[in-house]
Nanobody, 118 residues
Framework: QVQLVESGGGLVQAGGSLRLSCAAS????????MGWYRQAPGKQRELVAD???????NYADFAKGRFTLSRDNAKNTVDLQMNSLNPEDTAVYYC????????????WGQGTQVTVSS
């Protein structure tokens, strides 16, 4: 099993920044890609960004140029630096880890609230 623990959410003014962190523990050898998703009220959960074990990143269009995802394989952590935040970024942000074997269980953190005020 894998556990994901998130931190760094909170309240920020428009134009401000937040840094989200996710730490994985347990059977981390079975993890391939890690990343962040978000879900706003009344909306579907959507990918923000994810990253491979080798460091290849994938960003949603809304995140490009504003958010940066990094990974430390030795510490089993991923960080999401979010800059130039706007109220549309308000959502619950979830850490995600995908297993190396297809059909195996994906892992999710408990979610952390990000609120951007005007």
């Amino acid at each position: 099993q894998v556990q994901l623990v998130e931190s760094g959410g909170g309240l920020v003014q428009a134009g401000g920044s937040l840094r989200l962190s996710c730490a994985a523990s347990g059977s981390t050898f079975s993890i391939t890609r890690m990343g962040w998703y978000r879900q706003a009220p009344g909306k579907q959960r959507e990918l923000v960004a994810d990253i491979s074990s080798g460091g290849t990143t994938n960003y949603a269009d809304f995140a490009k140029g504003r958010f940066t995802l990094s990974r430390d394989n030795a510490k089993n952590t991923v960080d999401l630096q979010m800059n130039s935040l706007n109220p549309e970024d308000t959502a619950v942000y979830y850490c995600n880890a995908k297993p190396i074997f297809r059909g195996s269980t994906e892992y999710w953190g408990q979610g952390t609230q990000v609120t951007v005020s005007s």
